[in-house]
């Protein structure tokens, strides 16, 4: 059997250990012979594929690296037309591919879907710092980005606090609140400001105008999808051609203006970008890591293609691909990590 593996969409912490799991378990049931494919579908779109092959020593030395040592694109769009389709049909059957793993985030999944059209059988394994993917309580790299954020947090309150500033500080996540929310828990934030929850520009002045008199600082922890009630989403830039075109950023430069005005304290914002995405992966991601990519690998070995690796209720199972591509796992607003969070004055920034 011959197997591609590929990783799609932004990197995370852990897929260096997915890629390690998947090739060893192939490689030790003896009958397998593993294909690395460079930069996510870009990799098969190409005249001539761009692939290596995976060998035990190759994945051997990797587990604890960050990013992914077959590369990566968040852009390449294999159904973008019909010539490109095509091109990734002729490649694969040059290739003689019976499947591929791919690694990525409901971006990479919509087009593993998608990509049944010309009979390539994919199997899934969810990535994401922004954890938000269908069916998967906990995908990996979260952990890591979450550690990132929160000391991220702890650095800004000791100026915050010598300073007597209002510190906003903008996390990654997309249009999922879970990077802002638990980093925000995790790293002692006074406000998280959500993509699911639109805050109301008084209730926050009103809470750093307190604070003001008091402890004299503010954190206020902002994901990127968050937007003031009334107001749009702030969007960064546009890449048409991607299968996600919308980027965003740039929420706590627009908070930051709002509410500056209100307080007496200086307003600052520090947007943590792609710091978030880097780094080598924590002890829990490793191992998450390590048993998707072991269970990605089973998969393939009992033919239940066109599934994806899950976890839910704390165990490792799968889903059909076509039941999380096009879809996203928000923050519930029943979530009980809300209402810990309120229960212990975090304010959500609700009118
Ligand atoms: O989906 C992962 C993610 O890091 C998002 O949190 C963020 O909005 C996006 O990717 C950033 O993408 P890029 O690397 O293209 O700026």
Redesign the pocket.
């Given at each position: 059997m011959r197997v591609g593996v590929l990783t799609g969409?932004?990197d995370?912490p852990g897929l260096n250990a997915v890629i390690r799991a998947v090739t060893k378990s192939l490689i030790n049931h003896g009958q397998c012979e593993v294909l690395g494919i460079a930069d996510g579908f870009e990799g098969l779109m190409g005249k001539k594929p761009h692939v290596k092959p995976l060998s035990w020593d190759e994945v051997s030395g990797i587990l604890h690296l960050g990013g992914t040592i077959l590369g990566t694109s968040?852009s390449a769009n294999p159904l973008r037309d019909e010539a490109t389709l095509e091109q990734v049909e002729r490649n694969v059957r040059a290739l003689g591919l019976d499947v591929v793993v791919v690694i990525g985030?409901d971006g990479t999944m919509s087009l593993a879907h998608g990509l049944r059209r010309i009979g390539l059988h994919c199997v899934g394994v969810p990535k994401?710092?922004?954890n938000?993917i269908a069916n998967c309580e906990r995908s990996f790299g979260f952990d890591t980005a979450v550690a990132t954020v929160a000391e991220s947090l702890r650095r800004i309150e000791n100026t915050a606090m010598s300073h007597h500033r209002v510190m906003i500080v903008e996390t990654?996540?997309?249009h999922a609140g879970w990077?802002a929310l638990e980093s925000g828990i995790a790293g002692a934030a006074d406000i998280i400001l959500l993509p699911e929850i639109d805050y109301d520009l008084q209730t926050i002045i009103k809470v750093c105008q307190k604070r003001e008199q008091r402890q004299r600082y503010t954190i206020i922890c902002i994901g990127?999808g968050a937007k003031e009630s009334g107001q749009n989403l702030t969007v960064?830039e546009r890449?048409e051609a991607s299968p996600?075109p919308v980027?965003?950023?740039g929420v706590g430069h627009v908070l930051r203006e709002r509410l500056q005005p209100h307080l007496k304290s200086e307003v600052r914002t520090t947007v943590l970008g792609?710091v978030?995405?880097g780094g080598d992966p924590t002890p829990f991601d490793r191992v998450l890591a390590t048993q998707f990519g072991h269970h990605a690998a089973q998969l393939v070995l009992s033919g239940r293609l066109g599934h994806m690796v899950t976890l839910q209720n704390g165990r490792i199972g799968s889903v059909a691909i076509a039941d999380v591509a096009n879809t996203q796992r928000t923050v519930p607003l029943d979530s009980p990590l809300l209402t810990m969070a309120r229960d212990i004055g975090i304010c959500f920034g609700e009118a």
């Amino acid at each position: 059997m011959r197997v591609g593996v590929l990783t799609g969409g932004g990197d995370c912490p852990g897929l260096n250990a997915v890629i390690r799991a998947v090739t060893k378990s192939l490689i030790n049931h003896g009958q397998c012979e593993v294909l690395g494919i460079a930069d996510g579908f870009e990799g098969l779109m190409g005249k001539k594929p761009h692939v290596k092959p995976l060998s035990w020593d190759e994945v051997s030395g990797i587990l604890h690296l960050g990013g992914t040592i077959l590369g990566t694109s968040n852009s390449a769009n294999p159904l973008r037309d019909e010539a490109t389709l095509e091109q990734v049909e002729r490649n694969v059957r040059a290739l003689g591919l019976d499947v591929v793993v791919v690694i990525g985030g409901d971006g990479t999944m919509s087009l593993a879907h998608g990509l049944r059209r010309i009979g390539l059988h994919c199997v899934g394994v969810p990535k994401t710092i922004d954890n938000d993917i269908a069916n998967c309580e906990r995908s990996f790299g979260f952990d890591t980005a979450v550690a990132t954020v929160a000391e991220s947090l702890r650095r800004i309150e000791n100026t915050a606090m010598s300073h007597h500033r209002v510190m906003i500080v903008e996390t990654m996540g997309r249009h999922a609140g879970w990077l802002a929310l638990e980093s925000g828990i995790a790293g002692a934030a006074d406000i998280i400001l959500l993509p699911e929850i639109d805050y109301d520009l008084q209730t926050i002045i009103k809470v750093c105008q307190k604070r003001e008199q008091r402890q004299r600082y503010t954190i206020i922890c902002i994901g990127e999808g968050a937007k003031e009630s009334g107001q749009n989403l702030t969007v960064r830039e546009r890449i048409e051609a991607s299968p996600d075109p919308v980027r965003l950023g740039g929420v706590g430069h627009v908070l930051r203006e709002r509410l500056q005005p209100h307080l007496k304290s200086e307003v600052r914002t520090t947007v943590l970008g792609h710091v978030q995405r880097g780094g080598d992966p924590t002890p829990f991601d490793r191992v998450l890591a390590t048993q998707f990519g072991h269970h990605a690998a089973q998969l393939v070995l009992s033919g239940r293609l066109g599934h994806m690796v899950t976890l839910q209720n704390g165990r490792i199972g799968s889903v059909a691909i076509a039941d999380v591509a096009n879809t996203q796992r928000t923050v519930p607003l029943d979530s009980p990590l809300l209402t810990m969070a309120r229960d212990i004055g975090i304010c959500f920034g609700e009118a």
